[in-house]
């Protein structure tokens, strides 16, 4: 049996539409299916947590019907469960997660996709695991990456800005995040930030962000870490530091491409466990979510994560 997780409003109400695309077709191919929809933040992984715990062994596969937000909860809530299958039909603004796991990305041939996969195209992938605050209480999961400092602040403002729902509705809401960074570019108070990785200690000046990815794609699209592998057993930190807002400007188109790697104002490192700490605490997003504030210590669970692609 197949279970969908559908938050219907993701992509200001993108969800509800794929849904009802996604279950006329389940329907007239009588597939066996259950589905469940969110119904406010943090639902999904309580849904993915209890239908895990129901019916386990039954399960062909849980898919997310929704963003990248939704994804990053139900991968929390399915964490005692690596065995089970995960997929998505992508319904959010940014869909990073079907990019980097080479899911297409329009729903019907979404779900052509994983109707068609059999068991023996299953494979497991690395689920990075973070703990927050100095105390390193608050655990949890991410699947595609974590952004520390200025895209934490992004994706913060981008959450709220009624702008992500409107220009949702026009289909362009990876734009809502390129808007949100030119409007906090000349506000954002960079500061010296220590990165331990593996033991190693680095101290960056005057640091814009630090990403640490398990897939290339982050913001619906950036190329942040091309070289990052959700199967390499190791995570990518890249250090934006030392850059004037008008550079960062600059900059930011190039991440679509790649091509900021190539600048000396960028810093590519990795490893197994990442440390982040500052004097100032920076906001944090988890696969685009707020979790909190650094400091923030990451780890990598290799090869736990079944997905079904
Ligand atoms: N019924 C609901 N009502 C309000 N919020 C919900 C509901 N169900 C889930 N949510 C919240 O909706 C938020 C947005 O979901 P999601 O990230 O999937 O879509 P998106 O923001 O449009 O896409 P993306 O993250 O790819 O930009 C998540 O933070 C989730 O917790």
Redesign the pocket.
Known sequence: MYIFIV??????GK?LKIWKKVRKELDKRQVPYRSF????????TELAKQLAELYQEKITAIIAV??????H?IINGLSKYPRIPFSAIS??????FARGFGLPRRPLPALNHILATSSSSLARYDMGVYHLGHKRKGKGYFINGIGVGFDGEVAKYT?QARY?KWL?TFKL?ILAYVISALKLLFKYRTQEVIIRVDGQEYTFRDVWLVAICNIPYYG?GMKIIPQARPNDGLLNVCVVHQLKPWQVMLALGSVYLGWHTRLKAVKLIKGEMIQVSSEEPMTVHAD??IIGTSPILLTIEKRTRTIWR
């Open positions: 938050n219907p409003v993701s992509g200001n969800g929809f969110t119904k406010q933040a943090g639902h999904g929704g963003g990248d937000g939704t994804v909860e319904a959010g603004s940014g869909n990073d959450n992500k949702n809401g619906g685009g979510e």
